[in-house]
T-cell receptor
Framework: QKEVEQDPGPLSVPEGAIVSLNCTYS??????FMWYRQYSRKGPELLMY????GNKEDGRFTAQVDKSSKYISLFIRDSQPSDSATYLCAMGFTGGGNKLTFGTGTQLKVEL | DAGVIQSPRHEVTEMGQEVTLRCKPI?????LFWYRQTMMRGLELLIY????????DSGMPEDRFSAKMPNASFSTLKIQPSEPRDSAVYFCASSFGLGGTQYFGPGTRLLVL
């Protein structure tokens, strides 16, 4: 079993839809959680970063962490074609240096 | 700043040849990471450095892979001899401080025939 599980998709939604992307993890040591966005043929770029359980909002994006269930989510409101990309969750813990464990990524396509 | 710079962007080589991938981190960053990305396995950490010193190389698949960081502005990942299963996109990333955001380069697409 992988430490971090993520549905690879692809996920196709119409423009304006609310998108929910999810990851589960097995290592209870993980303390901080991130979402990276990766456009085709580009490197990943950080989208959201959170330490604690609960919600964190940034514009159209909301990151949700439930440590008790070992489950994290990224919600995208009013999705746009420019949101079409692969979204990777990543997580780490303080004692692990700067090492991150990534999910395999979910491919999202937002259609006009 | 120009961001993390990687070269070459694309590499096609034949099995058995030596491959060298290069990375220039963002100036002032003290952590450097090498990752490999494939469809099957996703993004995997191969090795990372702190202040030019290798900290964790547990992700390096086997002795055919080696990485060096001779100074704060340059790192190499070498595969010798290369095999078709090494075909992947290799990313370099850098960050500043413990827990700092990792900034990724554009990647090197490697195809071993």
């Amino acid at each position: 079993q992988k430490e971090v599980e993520q549905d690879p998709g692809p996920l196709s939604v119409p423009e304006g839809a609310i998108v929910s992307l999810n990851c589960t993890y097995s290592n209870s040591a993980f303390q901080y959680f991130m979402w990276y966005r990766q456009y085709s043929r580009k490197g990943p770029e950080l989208l959201m970063y959170t330490y604690s359980s609960g919600n964190k909002e940034d514009g159209r994006f909301t990151a949700q962490v439930d440590k008790s269930s070992k489950y994290i989510s990224l919600f995208i409101r009013d999705s746009q074609p420019s949101d079409s990309a692969t979204y990777l969750c990543a997580m780490g813990f303080t004692g692990g240096g700067n090492k991150l464990t990534f999910g395999t990524g979910t491919q999202l396509k937002v259609e006009l | 700043d120009a961001g993390v710079i990687q070269s070459p962007r694309h590499e096609v080589t034949e099995m058995g040849q030596e491959v060298t991938l290069r990375c220039k981190p963002i100036s002032g960053h003290d952590y450097l990471f090498w990752y490999r990305q494939t469809m099957m396995r996703g993004l995997e950490l191969l090795i990372y450095f702190n202040n030019n010193v290798p900290i964790d190389d547990s992700g390096m698949p086997e002795d055919r892979f080696s990485a060096k960081m001779p100074n704060a502005s340059f790192s190499t990942l070498k595969i010798q001899p290369s095999e078709p299963r090494d075909s992947a996109v290799y990313f370099c990333a850098s960050s500043f401080g413990l827990g700092g955001t990792q900034y990724f380069g554009p990647g090197t697409r490697l195809l071993v025939l």
